[in-house]
């Protein structure tokens, strides 16, 4: 039931933020990767990523967790969105210091001054945090508002195990 609806989340996410990325494929069915299910959200093939793309890319990746939280309650939250998280941070630490996407951390490449390993910089953790936080409560807002969405898909998922493109389009709309 957690899983479906932690699926549900990243596809319906990406669904209404970002309409060109194809869901080919979500299920609940586990991968021999050790994943409970997989949503296979395809973004368009570029050559270059813009700011906005980057920020949908990880609410996507935060709606699984978003999911659980709204449906099952803070307590009840699960391990199985760690990958996701992985890809969360993966993504803020580029944006922030490789692409110098955000002010406050300028137009610099952080991996070079850094690159001793040693001094680690505990504003750009907090940056990180202040994000993800924003985005994370961005997605909360926007499952709430599409809960019936959210619901149809993962009785669906619970259903059929695998639903591909056309089904999900049919139910989200």
């Not at 990767?33 to 990746?61: E, R």
């Not at 910089?121 to 809960?147: F, G, M």
């Amino acid at each position: 039931l957690i899983t479906a609806y932690h699926e549900s989340g990243h596809a319906l996410i990406s669904k209404l933020i970002s309409p060109d990325n194809k869901i080919r494929k979500v299920t609940i069915i586990p991968s021999t990767k050790g994943a409970g299910g997989y949503t296979l959200n395809i973004p368009p093939d570029n050559l270059y990523y813009t700011k906005n793309q980057l920020l949908n890319n990880i609410k996507i990746s935060l709606g699984g967790r978003c999911a659980e939280e709204l449906i099952f309650g803070k307590d009840n939250i699960t391990t199985g969105a760690s990958g996701d998280i992985n890809n969360v941070t993966n993504t803020l630490l580029s944006m922030i210091k490789t692409y110098g996407m955000f002010e406050s951390s300028g137009l610099l490449d952080y991996n070079l001054i850094y690159s001793d390993g040693i001094y680690q910089n505990a504003d750009i953790i907090e940056q990180c945090n202040k994000i993800v936080n924003s985005l994370y409560d961005e997605c909360l807002t926007i499952l709430n508002s599409n809960r019936d969405k959210l619901k149809n898909l993962a009785e669906a998922l619970i259903e059929k195990e695998t639903l591909y493109e056309e089904e999900i389009n049919c139910i989200v709309g």
